[in-house]
């Protein structure tokens, strides 16, 4: 991977191939039509290779899941600049908005119906709820430790962290399943209500005098 950038370069090993190949494979032919076969065909890769790598299509899948939440991770790294209201910003905003442009990003469209495809696995298959409920927790714990930061540096108002966490969340959850299952884009729409409820409801307002 080059640089540190997601999806740059040639893959640095055939693990990597293959969590690449699942993206493009899973995008032609959906979760019904995915098989060890396809992808491999779309790696160039034998499915013995697969099968040194993975017990089958769920292991693949599972393992495709924590590909790109690192991939996902990679990117907030690089955009990340320190402050928190500019950081919580910028996190809500690369899954509301496009993801930035680093010439080998596949599109945010294709990105989020993979999720969305994925993660309705999990209402039938406890291994993907459990791998669900783990992003979950994850993605909640980034947005404490910003709302947190903000607090301790005095930029944000002394609000509970956790459940200010978890409802942003679940609004990202349902603006992701709409961008996903509808024709139009609620994203701007949604990312402004936040953005409103960020500088009204979060930020704390300079004091005239305080200098």
């Not at 540190?4 to 959906?30: K, V, W």
């Not at 349902?174 to 509808?182: F, P």
Request: net charge negative.
């Amino acid at each position: 991977m080059s640089d540190g950038i997601p999806f740059a370069g040639d893959p640095e090993n055939s693990h990597e191939a293959i969590m690449r190949a699942t993206f493009c494979a899973l995008q032609e032919y959906g979760y019904a039509g995915l098989s060890i076969q396809r992808i491999a065909d779309e790696a160039d890769l034998s499915k013995s290779t697969f099968y040194h790598h993975f017990d089958g299509k769920e292991d693949l899948l599972l393992s495709f899941q924590e590909f790109m939440l690192a991939q996902f991770d990679r990117i907030v790294q690089l955009e990340s600049t320190g402050d928190p209201e500019q950081d919580l910003k910028t996190f809500l905003g690369l899954i509301l908005d496009d993801l930035p442009d680093y010439g080998e990003m596949p599109e945010k469209d294709a990105v989020l119906r993979s999720l969305v495809e994925l993660r309705a696995q999990a209402v039938h298959n406890a291994e993907f709820r459990e791998k669900y409920t783990e992003t979950d927790e994850q993605f909640a714990k980034r947005f404490e430790r910003l709302i947190r930061d903000g607090i301790e540096q005095g930029e944000f108002a002394d609000v509970d962290p956790e459940r200010t966490s978890q409802m942003l969340l679940t609004i990202l959850h349902g603006a992701i399943l709409q961008h996903a299952t509808r024709d139009d884009d609620p994203a701007a729409e949604i990312r402004e209500t936040i953005d409103e409820y960020i500088e009204q409801h979060l930020v704390v307002e300079d004091v005239p005098g305080d200098d």
